[in-house]
């Protein structure tokens, strides 16, 4: 018995379905939508609620919310939530949480002002010296959670007290101590020049579409899944729209005097895009990565699998307290200052709030980190729109706690749909 040409396609359509129809433009869209009814929905909630944020305060406040300085302002808002968010994610992944990331934050920033006030020492040395000390108060929380299998909830709800009294020792209650230095003062507070600023957008460009072309390629050559050419294009052209956009709001002149200019890409924008690159290569490109990711899927499989899970659960708690370090330091460039309470507050709400709003699930497993800069400038949308409005404190508090409910509610219902469809 022959076996006829629409037999053969019939069964190469049963086991390679998804492998032949996302070659075209037409299969990925199907393909893609197919994983939204599945129930992964990814960053795009958060990509459409950070649009139409933007389209109501724009339609509120047409003078001001939209203008290039107040575009501006946001972007060095967003700057601490997006790299404590960026941390807190690999806790996240794991299906633990870390309370007092903020208040580590906060700690590690003043010894490095104290570093450079009283000690005399350089601002690279000073710097190192926070995150170190980030890194020393993370390897503490994960021996404790690790080690004697404490919750991570109960050991961060303890050094989120603790190192408040640490903090308060260190400055005192009441007194704040200055961050003079320029080139940390500057991080927050100062600018690119314009033409690097072109140059920069460029370069990432080109190397965004060399990146997504050779990964083309390769998968051409060793005949694997591979997304259509159009797609890939469509990607590229858009990133390179999305960054030269970008850098045309900031690089314009948002000065209110005539007389002054003031334009360029604040400092903290290029940090932020390196740590994010940095972190998606890792949990994207690495086994490190992927060891995290089988972990907070499933410990005791990872466990199986040959996976050090304690060694895995420490360092997330390094990390996490690490970039709690730098987002401190970015936070206390923004105020010249660190005071007392520095970290503490609606630090680390907003920060778990940017990475949940942005995809993190938190039952583990699921997340990336992106997530931390579309939720963190969801955040700071918020707080710069309602700020701009001149509402109450307490509208800001209620509708922001309304989107990571909605957020987190979404994660819920994403996951349920996962696990019915078998994804």
Known sequence: MTTT???????AGTDFTGDERAVTLGGATREYVDKLRGGDMGALPAVLGLIVLGLVFTILRPDTFPSFGNLANLTVQAGPICVLAMGLIFVLLLGEIDLSAGVAGGASAGVMAILINDKGWGWPLAVVG?????????????????RLGIPSFVVTLAFFLGLQGITLKLIGEGGTVPVRNDVIVGIANS??????????????????????????????????QHPPFALVLIRVIGMAVILLAFTYVLNANRAR???????GIPYVVPIVAVLLVFWTLILGRTGYGRHVYAVGGNSEAARRAGIDVGRIRISVFMICSSMAALSGIIAASRLNAVTPDAGAGNTLLYAVGAAVIGGTSLF???????????????????????????????????????VLLLAASVDAISRRRRSATGH
Not at 132 to 145: A, P, R
Not at 367 to 377: E, H, M, P, S
Request: charged share 10%; proline share 2%; net charge neutral.
């Open 191 to 224: 600018n690119l020049p314009v033409a690097w600023g072109w140059v920069l957008a460029v370069v990432v460009s080109v190397l965004y579409a060399l990146v997504q072309l050779l990964r083309l390629r390769r998968q051409i050559a060793h005949n694997l």
């Open 130 to 146: 926070g995150v170190v000390t980030g890194f020393v108060i993370g390897t503490l929380i994960g021996l404790l959670v690790s």
């Open 5 to 11: 040409s629409s037999d053969e396609a019939s069964v």
């Open 364 to 402: 583990g497993g699921k997340g990336k980190a992106r997530d931390a800069v579309i939720g963190g400038l969801v955040i700071a949308t918020i707080d710069n729109g309602l700020g701009l409005l001149g509402l109450d404190a307490y509208v800001n508090y209620l509708v922001t706690g309304g």
């Open 257 to 263: 005097v005539p007389t002054v200019v003031v334009a």
